[in-house]
């Protein structure tokens, strides 16, 4: 089974975000070139609430 960080990624990308470069510690910054958002997702996710967090913030509706 992917994990939960595969799985958001996957899912963000297919909405037009873009992966930007590294952050802080184990996160990731990805951009939506479009609507300007900016998202930080931890490689270690682990968490669906987190998951769930993250895909709000990018406006999809989708929950784990």
Do not use: Q
């Not at 089974?1 to 963000?12: F, G, N, Q, R, S």
């Amino acid at each position: 089974m992917p994990t939960l960080y595969k799985l958001v990624c996957d899912e963000i990308s297919s909405k037009g975000f873009e992966y930007l470069k590294n952050g802080k510690g184990s996160h990731e910054k990805w951009c939506n070139k479009e609507t300007g958002k900016m998202l930080l997702v931890p490689h270690n996710l682990k968490s669906r609430h987190t998951a769930n967090g993250i895909l709000k913030d990018a406006g999809i509706p989708k929950k784990f």
